[in-house]
């Protein structure tokens, strides 16, 4: 193939030449597409897999209501979020995330103990965004990122303090 390429890689600026070998670069385009192909197609493994019909049926209209398009990309994201699952059990394990929080900024000394922690931990907080809600109510969220155990432990403190109305960690992790 490479005896096939040579010639029209050296002369493609050869409007004539190009034109003659018509035949022989469309091959090569061909041949070109098959290898890219095959190549894509090997980084996506097939299987098989046996499910009861109403097991499959339900799966299906989840799918559906959640906006999948296919089964292959449902099943994929099903797989991950199990990944992650699996992932966070592990108390050393590198996570990233956040905590969503909700308060009311005239709770007693909430502000300052917020601010207190927050500098504490200021190597597990990559950045912190900050709205008013209205005139009582703030909305925060830091992003975080460390070990597990630390990151859980630094959440419930937060969200133990008196004046927290809620807050919710999530927690994924960087590659899945
Ligand atoms: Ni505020």
Redesign the pocket.
């Known amino acids: 193939m490479i005896f096939a390429v040579a010639p029209f890689l050296f002369s493609y600026h050869d409007k004539e030449y190009v034109f003659k070998n018509l035949g022989v670069i469309k091959k090569f385009i061909i041949v070109l597409r098959l290898l890219i192909k095959r190549v894509t197609m090997e980084k996506i493994v097939r299987f098989g897999v046996s499910i009861e019909p109403d097991l499959l049926e339900k799966f299906d209209q989840i799918s559906k209501t959640k906006g999948y398009s296919n089964r292959s990309e449902a099943i994929r994201d099903m797989i991950r979020e199990r990944l992650v699952l699996e992932h966070v059990k592990n108390p050393t394990a590198d996570v990233i995330g956040t905590l969503t929080m909700v308060y009311d ?1 005239h709770a007693g000394p909430l502000t300052d103990r917020l601010l207190e922690i927050q500098h504490d931990h200021y190597q597990e907080i990559l950045t912190t965004t ?3 809600i209205d005139h009582n109510t ?1 909305l925060e969220v830091l992003v975080l990122q460390g070990k597990m155990q630390d990151i859980q432990k630094l959440a419930d403190t937060i969200k133990a303090l008196k004046g927290i109305k809620h807050g919710e960690l999530v927690i994924t992790q960087r590659t899945i």
């Open positions: 900024h900050h709205i008013h703030c």
